[in-house]
């Protein structure tokens, strides 16, 4: 019985710790996400902004 115990806290403690490697992973991947969208969102502000500019050299560039 006493060797039980310390075989039963190590098994839940392997079961237990891809949860939070996948939980880390998950929030990782959201923080990206988020950020490739603000980015994309910026990129097109600044595309608009370049159509709207009257002036043919800038635009060309």
Same mark, same amino acid.
């Given at each position: 019985m006493d060797t039980l115990?310390? *075989?039963l806290s190590q098994l839940i403690e &392997?079961?237990?710790a891809p949860v939070f @490697? $996948?939980?880390g992973i998950a929030g &990782? $991947?959201?923080v990206m996400s *988020? !950020? @490739?969208?603000? +980015?994309?969102? !910026?990129?097109r502000v600044a595309? !608009?902004? +370049?159509?709207?500019l009257s002036d043919p050299h +800038?635009?060309?560039r």
């Open positions: 115990i310390p *075989s &392997f079961a237990v @490697l $996948l939980t &990782f $991947l959201n *988020s !950020r @490739l969208g603000r +980015i994309s969102d !910026r990129v595309e !608009r902004q +370049i159509h709207t +800038i635009v060309d």
